[in-house]
């Protein structure tokens, strides 16, 4: 049983289960099967035995697949961020620039309209006083001429 050396970002040779040490003379990283704990093996960097490490059941194993790391916050992506955010922020804005716009016509609109509505219904009272006026007249005609009809000799 030989451990197989951990190539610099190729994982293609850790499985499952395996054990992941360094060799404790040339410092190599390696992997072998779960079966080799405890076992003497030839290092496969230096050829040097080594002792293969037996894993502590209560330590959680560590991944063997390295999770990459976001990229750094560096000073670019933080002014891309900003940029981003400012870009958005204009946006809203204009939106609210909008929605503004949209409300005053709105308003303007309705001031319109009550104008008009005023208007008309003081046309209406006019023409509402006009016919009060054409209804007395007549009803004064109707009494006029009910009264000249029982006047009139039978
Ligand atoms: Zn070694």
Same mark, same amino acid.
């Given at each position: 049983? %030989?451990?197989?050396?951990?190539?610099?970002? #190729?994982?293609?040779?850790?499985?499952?289960?395996?054990?992941?040490?360094?060799?404790?003379?040339? +410092?190599?990283? @390696?992997?072998?099967?779960?079966? +080799?704990?405890?076992? @003497?093996?030839?290092?496969? =960097?230096?050829? %040097? #035995?080594?002792?293969?490490?037996?894993?502590?059941?209560?330590?959680?194993?560590?991944?063997? *697949?390295? *999770?990459? $790391?976001?990229?750094?916050?560096?000073?670019?992506?933080?002014?891309?961020?900003?940029?981003?955010?400012?870009?958005?922020?204009?946006?809203?804005?204009?939106?609210?620039?909008?929605?503004? =716009?949209? %409300?005053?016509?709105?308003?303007?609109? $309705?001031?319109?309209?009550?104008? /008009?509505?005023?208007?008309?219904?003081?046309?209406?009272?006019? /023409?509402?006083?006009?016919?009060?006026? *054409?209804?007395?007249?007549?009803?004064?005609?109707?009494?006029?001429?009910?009264?000249?009809?029982?006047? %009139?000799?039978?």
């Amino acid at each position: 049983m %030989k451990p197989n050396p951990i190539l610099n970002g #190729d994982q293609t040779e850790i499985r499952e289960g395996d054990i992941l040490f360094d060799c404790p003379h040339c +410092g190599k990283n @390696m992997a072998i099967e779960a079966a +080799g704990a405890g076992l @003497m093996v030839p290092c496969a =960097a230096c050829g %040097k #035995d080594v002792e293969v490490p037996i894993p502590d059941a209560d330590t959680p194993e560590e991944p063997l *697949v390295a *999770v990459p $790391r976001p990229p750094l916050d560096n000073g670019e992506s933080s002014a891309e961020t900003i940029r981003q955010l400012d870009t958005a922020l204009a946006m809203a804005n204009e939106q609210i620039d909008q929605l503004i =716009a949209e %409300k005053e016509a709105l308003q303007e609109r $309705r001031a319109f309209l009550e104008q /008009i509505r005023m208007a008309t219904s003081s046309r209406f009272e006019q /023409i509402a006083m006009e016919l009060a006026t *054409v209804q007395d007249a007549l009803d004064r005609a109707l009494v006029l001429l009910a009264e000249a009809r029982s006047e %009139k000799p039978v």
